[in-house]
């Protein structure tokens, strides 16, 4: 009765590649978000998708493109990975219509790139 | 300009004592939502308790209160009896408006170590 799933846990590839991050949640929730958190743990907002609909899309590389094919379920794909990418991504939940709504964090994938 | 400032990089703190771990935010929003979250060493993000801006009372869940300041703009989480269980990396985190679906803003955390 997992609420915010992830997969991989842990994604080890080399510079160049591109991979995918997949994430559902069964919690009803509207929105979904990617976030990436740093060697410094320091967490930052990458995507914010509302009903299969992109909402927030900071300042990321082009190289990294969401998809959202239901509001259930939100992938990233990263292209041409760099040594930079070499994070911890978290997936996220949240229900729109409640201001109190936290966010439901899937337990990460941790990227590394060589 | 950083909206979510955690001034403290660690604290430790004796098992049993209470620990105030400290947060100031910057919104002109009227509107904001504040969150505390946990991380212990295996990773994962736990929601530990919720301050809304217009609430008139601190929130508190258990062992964690939240000292709720609007003037100063301060929500400082405190644990009450620390166990060695709450060694782990705590984040405030802030939404502005009034929409579920504004994502969270976090602070740099505040790694806690809990001493026997």
């Known amino acids: 009765d997992t609420a915010v799933s992830q997969t991989p846990k842990y994604l080890v590839t080399q510079m160049g590649n591109d991979k995918s991050i997949k994430c559902e949640q069964n919690?009803?929730?509207?929105?979904m978000y990617w976030y990436k958190q740093d060697s410094k743990k320091f967490l930052k907002i990458m995507f914010s998708y509302n009903n299969k609909e992109l909402i927030i899309n900071e300042t990321v590389p082009n190289r990294f493109s969401p998809k959202s094919p239901d509001k259930a379920h939100l992938n990233l794909h990263i292209n041409s990975l760099e040594l930079g990418d070499s994070a911890v991504y978290f997936c996220?939940?949240?229900?729109?219509?409640?201001?109190?709504?936290?966010?439901?964090f899937g337990n990460g994938t941790r990227l590394t790139v060589t | 300009a950083q909206k979510i400032t955690q001034t403290q990089p660690g604290m430790f703190v004796q098992e049993k004592e209470a620990v105030t771990l400290d947060c100031t935010y910057d919104t002109s929003d009227p509107s904001y939502g504040l969150f505390w979250y946990k991380q212990p060493s295996s990773g994962e993000m736990i929601f530990l308790i919720y301050q809304g801006s217009y609430d008139q009372q601190n929130a508190t869940e258990g062992r964690y209160s939240l000292n709720f300041q609007k003037a100063r703009k301060s929500a400082n989480l405190v644990i009450s009896a620390s166990q060695l269980g709450d060694s782990a990396m705590y984040f405030c985190?802030?939404?502005?408006?009034?929409?579920?679906?504004?994502?969270?803003?976090f602070g740099k955390g505040t790694r806690l170590s809990v001493i026997a």
């Open positions: 996220a939940s949240s229900q729109v219509m409640r201001d109190d709504s936290p966010l439901h």
């Open positions: 919690l009803g929730h509207d929105t």
């Open positions: 985190a802030m939404r502005e408006g009034y929409s579920g679906n504004t994502p969270l803003v």
